[in-house]
């Protein structure tokens, strides 16, 4: 009797653990999958495929700030709930790859729980491109952008050095750790005070265009799309949320670009 | 076809090119994949390119919201074989050469005419204008946004099973 009870106890005690420390791996696994901005449904898909390939079901909630999971064995009698905050790590699309390529060779390749844990470590912290390519190429696409619609070379001369010295200024206040709302309102107002330079030195004949570009570069064009994407998919208040937090970024940006109107006293239109 | 002419076909081509150039910088934000930065490189310039086409060809003449959504189409099209090609999710590069076509500027003259508005100090046929330029700006925002954004899921939703596993590099054995 009591040789049979430690046994069960031991089986029990098994199965937990693993339930425990799988459950720890998923919530840290979509946590991270939310934060580098990866559609709700995937992140569901994915979580639940690396469930499935050590026999658990998963349930999961996702949310803008939080993601709650739960692992449940096959009969329904253990079953292990975690509820994790989503860290701020910005957009990352190869780690959004790599993650969902990671899933499917765990439930191909029935991966052991260490080895997914390695895994992801080095998936998670593969380091970004180097800032100043990311600098450059945004200075040039803004630029260009400024071209699409019309605006003369003057024009994207100024537009050029505005997203240059805005983004700058995000990537550095980023870096300092300050809150995404105010990084916006600030790198907004100074891209904007550089682009309206057309108007006040009367260069070239579209500085509208150069002033209206110039800190276009700031719209979360993923997050919208993400939004959009999460409602049709039916993940509705992920998708609200997402959108909400995209509009705040949009109101941040027309605040800076308001004082910087109000500094320069420019009349646009 | 005097339509074709050499001019039209060059304005596409030039149109395409920029917004390559623009889709790849607004995509290295988001830090993607070498190969798929290339790949969106590509279908930001024919998704732009295909916008353009739709707005500018006299016998069509589309708004920019129906263009917008003709070129997310395109893109969505052609993102499923790259995504099984590469495999990666069609979104990683589909989603960030969309991003040359985000309506910005109309986004910005809506939030211009709502400050506009609210500065006039009184109610006269001024305000009038900002109010019609507040919603006619913003509404093309909001219907271009919504446009692009089904132009580009609809080819993930008809090949769904598919855009859900190119990530697998194992091919699927008899189930």
Request: net charge positive; with cysteine.
């Amino acid at each position: 009797m009591r040789l049979n009870r430690k046994l069960i106890k031991s089986v029990f005690m098994d199965i937990h653990t693993q339930l425990k420390r799988v459950t720890m791996f998923l919530a840290d696994y979509a946590a991270t999958l939310m934060a580098v901005g990866t559609q709700t449904s995937r992140v569901a898909r994915n979580t639940g495929r690396i469930a499935e390939s050590f026999g658990f079901h998963s349930h999961i909630m996702l949310f803008s700030r939080n993601v709650i999971i739960t692992l449940q064995d096959d009969d329904g009698r253990h079953s292990y709930t975690r509820v994790q905050k989503i860290p701020s790590l910005g957009l990352n699309f190869a780690t959004n790859m790599n993650l969902s390529k990671l899933s499917w060779r765990a439930y191909d390749e029935h991966l052991q729980l260490e080895y997914l844990e390695a895994e992801f470590k080095e998936i998670r912290d593969k380091k970004r491109e180097s800032p100043w390519t990311v600098l450059i190429l945004v200075s040039f696409a803004n630029a260009c952008f400024c071209r699409l619609f019309n605006g003369d070379l003057v024009a994207v001369a100024t537009v050029w050095v505005a997203t240059f010295v805005g983004f700058y200024i995000r990537q550095q206040l980023t870096k300092l750790h300050w809150r995404q709302l105010a990084v916006f309102i600030v790198s907004s107002f100074v891209a904007s005070m550089i682009g309206s330079t057309g108007y006040l030195c009367h260069w070239g004949t579209t500085p509208d265009m150069a002033l209206g570009t110039s800190m276009l570069y700031l719209v979360p064009g993923v997050p919208l799309i993400n939004g959009i994407m999460d409602i049709i998919d039916g993940h509705v208040l992920a998708g609200m949320s997402r959108l909400i937090n995209a509009c705040m970024l949009i109101i941040c940006i027309a605040i800076g670009l308001s004082i910087a109107l109000f500094v320069t006293g420019i009349k646009v239109m | 076809m005097i339509m074709f002419t050499m001019k039209f076909i060059l304005a596409i081509v030039t149109d395409g090119l920029l917004a390559a150039v623009a889709g790849t910088g607004f995509a290295i934000i988001s830090n993607p994949p070498r190969k798929a930065l290339l790949i969106s490189a590509f279908l930001a310039c024919v998704g732009h390119g295909t916008r353009y086409f739709f707005m500018h060809f006299a016998l069509i003449q589309a708004n920019l919201a129906l263009a917008s959504t003709m070129g997310a189409l395109l893109i969505g099209f052609l993102a499923i074989p790259f995504a099984m090609y590469i495999k990666c999710p069609a979104e990683v590069f589909a989603f960030p050469s969309l991003l040359p076509m985000v309506p910005g500027l109309y986004a910005y003259r809506t939030v211009i005419a709502l400050m506009k508005m609210v500065q006039s100090p009184s109610v006269n046929v001024d305000t009038n204008q900002y109010v019609v330029q507040f919603f006619h700006n913003g509404m093309t925002t909001i219907l271009t946004m919504c446009g692009l954004v089904v132009g580009a899921v609809v080819p993930i939703f008809i090949f769904y099973k598919q855009s859900f596993s190119v990530t697998r590099t194992k091919r699927e054995e008899k189930k």
